[in-house]
């Protein structure tokens, strides 16, 4: 079956740049579209953006300044980075597969999550 | 952004209780509403995709209705595993958003 798993840092300082990769195995990633999400107990889950395997994103606008996903076909991976990260951006951070359906799109597919502490 | 507002935030309810939640977008997002389950030390998982379509392998006690801007997730009979965090999240435009979720906790 499909599976996703984020790896990175777990620490980053602040104005450092978060770097996370998401693995995916069981398919392709050349199928389709892939996200990223964060979940914080002060702001809930928080859509990042998401990435085809083409290349082309779509990023949260309140991001957007500090936000690039990139994909890797050759290594079935995509990663994140995040500059000049503060404390704001403490947080869980998940990868994700969005899937098309009946003209509707969701993420059905998830990472297990992993924690990011901005601190020096 | 739309706006996504859950009611209730939290609720105690009881097994094989019927329970219905509630999530109002702040514009009109047609039927592109979906909602998850998350459980404590785990990521959320899909259960209802386009307001009422019942996502592979999830129990048929979960149902979604609605369009337009309200939206209902009913669990027809609560088993123990169905406490839980669930929340709604539209797919109409960018960014998505999600609603800040409802509790179900064993009363």
């Known amino acids: 079956q499909v599976q996703l798993q984020e790896s990175g840092p777990g620490l980053v300082k602040p104005s450092e740049t978060l770097s996370l990769t998401c693995t995916v195995s069981?398919?392709?990633?050349?199928?389709?579209?892939w996200s990223w999400i964060r979940q914080s107990p002060g702001k809930g889950l928080e859509w990042i953006g998401y990435?085809?395997?083409?290349?082309?994103?779509n990023y949260n606008p309140s991001l957007k300044s500090r936000v690039t996903i990139s994909v890797d076909t050759s290594k079935n991976q995509f990663s994140l980075k995040l500059s000049s990260v503060t404390a704001a951006d403490t947080a869980l951070y998940y990868c994700?597969?969005?899937?098309?359906?009946?003209?509707?799109?969701?993420?059905?597919?998830w990472g297990q999550g992993t924690m990011v502490t901005v601190s020096s | 952004d739309i706006q996504m507002t859950q009611s209730p935030s939290s609720l105690s309810a009881s097994v094989g209780d019927r329970v219905t939640i509630t999530c109002r977008a702040s514009?009109?997002?047609?039927?592109?509403l979906n909602w998850y389950q998350q459980k404590p030390g785990t990521a959320p998982n899909l259960l209802i995709y386009?307001?009422?379509r019942l996502q592979s392998g999830v129990s048929s006690r979960f149902s979604g209705s609605g369009s337009g801007t309200d939206f209902t997730l009913t669990i027809s009979s609560l088993q123990p595993e169905d406490f839980a965090t669930y929340y709604c999240?539209?797919?109409?435009?960018?960014?998505?958003?999600f609603g800040q979720g409802t509790k179900l906790e064993i009363k």
């Open positions: 994700a597969r969005l899937s098309f359906s009946h003209g509707s799109s969701a993420l059905d597919i």
């Open positions: 069981g398919a392709s990633i050349s199928t389709g579209y």
């Open positions: 990435i085809y395997y083409s290349g082309s994103t």
């Open positions: 514009q009109s997002i047609n039927n592109y």
């Open positions: 386009a307001a009422s």
């Open positions: 999240q539209q797919s109409h435009s960018s960014p998505r958003t």
